[in-house]
């Protein structure tokens, strides 16, 4: 199966999982990213997930999928912002702050020169998001940068009580 259809499975998961329509879908050129380091990126004025075109063609099945589920709960939560409703006012509140000042990553992909990203809520909540759906249905475990597991792991711990639904592949 090439990465492409595993990009379309991938936003059918989340879609299913969290009842929300899937964005628009690009897949461009490494050069039209904002730096080379992005795998892909959800842009909440334009609704839409685009995808680095270099790295899907080269990257791992698994590599894709994480970045899908991450990207598609940036979806979500732009979702929630504007329909004003899933969540909890608080959190779309703070969703929102933070997408008005959102920090991008720096493109030298490390934990200390992306601390501002990392630590910013709404990558918290789509880090631990991703890494929660990649375990429970592919029985995987990823990677989490030190700096944030123990926010990512509190995280994942609310995804486990509220009981997101799983489903079978």
Known sequence: MNNEKI???GTQIVSKILDFPIPELYIIEQSKL???EITGIYSFGEN????????????QWIEVIITVFHE???????YC??????????TIKA???????YIMPSGKNNGIDDKSYLTQEIEIDAIAFAHWI???EFDLKTVIPDLIKKK???????FEIIGITQINL
């Open 95 to 101: 969703w929102e702050s933070e997408i008005n000042c």
């Open 152 to 158: 990512v792991n509190e995280k994942i711990k609310t």
């Open 34 to 36: 904002p730096n080379k």
């Open 134 to 136: 990649v375990k429970k």
């Open 72 to 78: 598609m709960r940036h979806a979500y939560q732009g």
């Open 7 to 9: 990009i379309d499975i």
């Open 81 to 90: 912002i504007r329909t004003k409703n899933r969540e909890s006012a608080e």
């Open 48 to 59: 839409e997930i685009i995808f680095n075109e270099e790295w899907v063609n080269r990257s």
